[in-house]
């Protein structure tokens, strides 16, 4: 996604590298399911710095939402 006036860097950088909703999408499907794994295994041998992976999820959906509210996805990539 490239950055336009009035984006604000984290929408930017959570999207940056992604062209349509659809891959975003993806990527928030992937690192959910990454962190629903990773962070009961990091708790079970108490390295609960993993706990920090739930963060990964929360920007990729609000960045989305961000995007889709104003309206940042072009109709079609080729």
């Given amino acids: 996604m490239k950055q336009v006036e009035g984006m604000p860097s984290w929408v930017y950088w959570g ?3 992604i062209n349509s909703r659809k891959v ?3 990527f928030l499907l992937i690192v ?5 794994i ?4 990091g708790v079970y ?7 920090l992976l739930i963060g990964g999820p929360i920007w990729y959906w ?6 889709d509210k ?9």
């Fill in 15 to 17: 999207l940056w590298g």
């Fill in 32 to 36: 959910s399911l990454l962190t629903l």
């Fill in 45 to 51: 041998f108490h390295e609960f710095s993993s706990v």
């Fill in 24 to 26: 975003a999408v993806i």
């Fill in 70 to 78: 104003n309206l940042m996805w072009p109709a079609s990539v080729s």
């Fill in 62 to 67: 609000l960045a989305i939402k961000w995007a």
């Fill in 38 to 41: 990773l962070v009961p295994v």
